[in-house]
């Protein structure tokens, strides 16, 4: 019955890892473009659905939106004030950059929020399921019903759409789209604003497992980057299954060797990977 | 005749350099104009800054006017919206897209007064082989297709002036001709063209009009006829017999 558990829990982790490496996924494997702030996104998304539950009492299900919107508006904000990079490419300028903005919202947060750990609390977090020796909550349920949702969605809109069709021009050569009457900078801002908005929804999902810290999003980053790297760059399918996979090796690594390793496993277990297969897990 | 497209004292310099200095140019509703001259002569950065548009941050001076609206001031993107559509040399489409897809991104304007969108029909009709490569990929076409796909995106966006960056480049001699013979069926129909072209004997065989771009500077300029004969370009581009491209002895009447 433990494999069942640890399964169950694989998923769960797995989807978790998934979504909040998703608006990644479009922004790095889609449009060529990075965002080292992404993890400090992940910690705000979770900090205001926090903030206005307690401040303004209002139900966790109404404190979603509100966080999406917030983060999202900051999403919009660091691309206006990164256009010019984001327009010629400048990967390593945006690297330096985004890691800047990553800090000052570390900083901003603490000062905002706080430095003691706080719990975003949500209603199904606490109703669980107990059945045949295993057990889950419906907060888990939640978490891999959006993750499998919002993919689908996503990959649809990419692969099938004149929106998908637009942001895999731009990241082929985003001088050229201009020619084709493409608003490069407009679609760019929608780019940004997309991921902002999936990292703080992400992190309203999955953060009632833990308890939240303002000095959280550096692990997020890497296990991001290693999902998006690990399941092909340009690959949403990719990226799910990478987020699974870690998920899976996280939960029976921890469960039958050591959870105090599972990190360095999992890098290893990337190398490993990579290294037989330079292009991930997707099918090319 | 009412000038489509035209430039006035046009300059563009590439970090203090001038490439292109003080180019007045007219493009005369339904006409086929061509700017010929040597590699590194300014043609490209001329046809380029018409668009508004270059991979590098060159400084641009002068008006462009666009069926009697200035567009000096308009990005690339908002140039093409008002019909003024760049293939510009080497890749034009992008080859991650199927040629569907390439197609599907150029979005037909809602205001087509005195333009024409062109439909899949006509362009199937135009380039009957794009209609079988529909669902492969850009990086799958041959130079030919890809040249054909580009032209194909920029009449579906309802040019008022399709400017053409060296479409010869790449292509074998007798698909340059056939393919510029396309383009000059397209002018027959009321399309205005500007035409830069390396491949001066092919250029004078479909065009109206010639202007001779050295150095960045227009040194002549007339009827293609006439520029057939004038001694510069007779000298410099038509003495040689390796770019016998054009059929002998059928200029365009």
Known sequence: MILVQQFINGLVLGSGYALIALGWTVLLGAARLVNFAHGQLYMLGAFVAWFVMEQAGVPYFVSIPVSVLAVALLGAFMQASMTRLVMEQNLTSLMIVTLGFGYMLTGGAAILFGGAPQTLDSPLQGMAVRTGGVWFTLQDVLILACALVLFAAVWLVLNRTRIGAMVRAIAEDPKLAQLFGINAPLVYLGIFVFEAATVALAATLVAPRTPILTSMGFEEVILTFMI????????????????????????????FVSPAYTTAAAFGFVLVLLSVRPKGLARR | MSSVLACDRLTVRYGGKTAVDRVTLDVPAGRMVGVIGANGAGKSTLINALAGWSRGRPEVEGEVVLGGEPVSGLSAYRRAHRGLLLVPEGKGIFGGLTVEENMALVRTPADTRDRHAFGEDEIFALFPRLRERLHHKGTALSGGERQMLAISCALRAAPRVLLLDEPSVGLAPRLVLELLKRMRQLVDLGLSILLVEQNVRAALSVVDDVYLLERGTVVAHGPAEEMREDKRVVEAYLGRSDIEIAEPGSPHP
Do not use: D, N
Request: charged letters at 0%.
């Open chain 1, 228 to 255: 998006v790297v690990l399941g092909g760059i340009g690959s949403v399918g990719g990226s799910l299954a990478a987020g699974f996979g870690l998920g899976m090796f996280t939960a029976f690594f921890g469960t």
